[in-house]
């Protein structure tokens, strides 16, 4: 069974600086998808960015990029540039990529973002 | 882009009556659709696996008898929290992939309360 793991309970950060959210996960697929999304006090999930496994290049939104590392399982996620905006839970997720709509998201424990003037 | 259209948004009834929760998928048809809960603080806990046309699948702890879904169109999937008690006082969110989406769109969630 696939497992997502996020180790970092609670992240902090100044306004205009960076940060990094660090997420591992485990499977036995050799290709899927991962995910970062968030969710700000509203509560609403927002997909941040996301990466193919059968990609090399790693993804980039804006300010939010990833550091997608295969052998060693690891998406962590670089957010520059940190905005007040920016302070929600984030949470890592993963999906099989051959399974069609009915494939299911697997999340993380996820990583409360503070961020500070 | 896709749009999960979820209601009611916050919903308090009184213990042991039923509450149903409706999640529309606006934009595109979805043959598929995702129930989570989530406790305060905590991650997205799948319940079940809504399917159109056919039995849901529920994920394993979780009481097909309590929570009934029905998912009768491609566009609509209801959760229905039956004999409600206040431990299932939660946080329920829906979800969906449109067929040609790599990612999952998310309905904005109910706040049930169970009193």
């Known amino acids: 069974a696939q497992t997502v793991t996020q180790s970092q309970p609670e992240m902090s950060v100044q306004e205009a600086e960076t940060v990094t959210l660090s997420c591992t996960y485990d499977t036995s697929e050799s290709d899927y998808y991962l995910f970062w999304y968030k969710q700000p006090p509203s509560r609403q999930m927002i997909l941040v960015i996301r990466q193919e496994a059968y990609k090399q290049q790693n993804a980039t939104e804006n300010r939010f990029s990833v550091n997608f590392q295969k052998a060693a399982k690891s998406f962590s996620l670089k957010i520059s540039d940190s905005q007040l905006g920016d302070a929600a839970m984030y949470f890592c997720a993963y999906r099989p990529i051959n399974t069609g709509t009915a494939s299911k998201l697997t999340f993380g424990t996820g990583t409360r973002l503070q961020v500070t003037l | 882009g896709a749009v999960v259209s979820q209601h009611p948004s916050r919903v308090i009834c009184k213990s042991g009556t039923s509450v149903k929760i409706e999640c529309r998928s606006l934009?595109?048809?979805?043959?598929?659709m995702f129930w989570y809960r989530q406790f305060p603080k905590k991650s997205l806990m799948l319940m079940a696996t809504?399917?159109?046309?056919?039995?849901?699948?529920?994920e394993q702890g979780v009481e097909k008898d309590k929570f009934l879904i029905n998912h009768a169109s491609l566009t609509l999937s209801t959760l229905t929290v039956t004999s409600a008690h206040p431990e299932d006082s939660s946080f329920y969110i829906c979800?969906?992939?449109?067929?040609?989406?790599?990612?999952?769109?998310f309905g904005s969630g109910t706040r049930l309360t169970v009193v």
């Open positions: 809504s399917n159109e046309g056919s039995k849901a699948t529920y």
């Open positions: 979800s969906a992939r449109p067929t040609l989406s790599y990612g999952y769109t």
């Open positions: 934009d595109f048809q979805a043959t598929t």
